[in-house]
């Protein structure tokens, strides 16, 4: 006898056709708990609500538990693990190639901040089309929780020792060398999170976030100041940040006069509802003043600390061919013998 089918409720896609399964990865290895898995998560969501083309994704990553990361999402997305600190480099010529493909690097604050440093500083300068993401918890988690150069000064170790120098604020770095959006969030807070990734795609330029990333394992106890709780009670918003994209209505719960509006290159809109004081994400000084402050604090600024929407990136700068160089016939890339005989008549 025919069984009666089951009707299965209709697979929820984006507007490109695609299901949130679609933008898995595989399933994790590291530690349950572990606030990097979260951000793999949000990069999933915004991905999917964004409406991203898997296969137009190229990721990147150095070595650590962070740099694992991009293995859990996107399995359908190019990706390129490389040398520990040496991302950067990677994803330059990854990018000058195929300008075509949106960038996605996911570091680390050892990657970054210590072995990586000349690097990413060099990457900041250059404003890159390249979203950074660095899954900051303050130690090396792959290499058993020594302290890294984002670590507080006198924050503790599980095992006793103490912090005695001072951190590096990679916004503060990223603001003054080049990058052309740069905010802080905390892997906790799902709404932050996404929204600020959800802009970020949108951007045109390097958009650096740094988000607190608590290691369950190594930097999760009383004294760390990357620690689930220490976040819970010391993360400051600077406002509400919501992001509607170019192809969404606005909609329309902000007040005028306690909101500020950011239109991005491509007519996507970025909204700061305000917390407090008047912020202005395109004064330069006033971020890392504000970031300064709160470091005097011992307060943990989260939000959209900056963005200038106008600053050429680098494949501008550089006049590139709209083209992706990586899909140029020979013809195009060959001159003909002739054009090398016009040069060396030239140098004559
Ligand atoms: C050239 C080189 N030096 C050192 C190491 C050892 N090493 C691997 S991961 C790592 C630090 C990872 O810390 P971080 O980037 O903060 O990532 P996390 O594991 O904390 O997510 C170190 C020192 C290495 N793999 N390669
Ligand atoms: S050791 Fe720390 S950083 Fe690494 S996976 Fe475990 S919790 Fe995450
Ligand atoms: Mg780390």
Do not use: W
């Not at 905010?183 to 600020?196: A, E, I, M, W």
């Not at 009670?233 to 306690?258: A, M, R």
């Not at 990136?313 to 083209?323: I, K, Q």
């Not at 001159?335 to 140098?347: G, I, N, T, Y």
């Amino acid at each position: 006898m025919a069984s009666t089918p089951t009707s299965q409720p209709p697979v929820k896609t984006n507007r490109i056709g695609l299901s949130v399964m679609e933008y898995k990865g595989g399933k994790t290895t590291l530690c349950a708990g572990c606030g990097h898995n979260a951000i793999s998560e949000r990069v999933i969501d915004a991905m999917y609500e964004m409406g991203v083309q898997p296969e137009r994704v190229a990721k990147f990553s150095g070595i650590g538990c962070s740099s694992k990361s991009p293995a859990y999402f996107l399995s359908r997305s190019h990706s390129f693990n490389a040398v520990h600190g040496r991302m950067p480099a990677v994803a330059t010529g990854a990018m000058l190639a195929n300008r075509s493909l949106l960038g996605i690097g996911v570091t680390g604050d050892g990657d970054t901040a210590s072995i990586g440093l000349g690097q990413f500083m060099h990457l900041l300068r250059r404003n890159l089309p390249l979203i950074y993401i660095i899954e900051n918890n303050g130690v090396y988690g792959l290499t058993k929780g020594q302290f890294s150069a984002t670590a507080d000064l006198g924050s503790k170790l599980k095992t006793g020792v103490i912090n005695d120098l001072p951190p590096i604020d990679t916004c503060a770095m990223a603001i003054e060398l080049g990058a052309t959006m740069v905010g802080r969030s905390f892997s906790g807070d799902k709404k932050q999170v996404l929204t600020l990734l959800k802009a970020a795609i949108a951007h045109n330029g390097t958009v650096m976030l740094d988000i607190i990333s608590p290691c369950v394992t190594f930097n999760d106890h009383e004294g760390s100041t990357k620690s689930y709780k220490y976040m819970k009670d010391h993360d400051e918003p600077l406002h509400d940040v919501t992001f509607v994209p170019q192809f969404e209505e606005i909609n329309v719960d902000y007040e005028p006069g306690t909101t500020t509006e950011v239109t991005m290159h491509d007519g996507s809109r970025i909204l700061l509802r305000k917390l407090e004081e008047t912020y202005d994400p395109t004064n330069k000084i006033e971020a890392v003043k504000r970031l300064m402050q709160a470091h005097e604090k011992g307060e943990v600024l989260t939000g959209l600390f900056f963005i200038d929407t106008k600053k050429p990136n680098f494949l501008e700068m550089l006049h590139m061919t709209d083209h992706p160089l990586a899909t140029l016939p020979e013809s195009v890339t060959k001159p003909p013998k002739s054009a090398l005989d016009e040069v060396m008549e030239s140098l004559k």
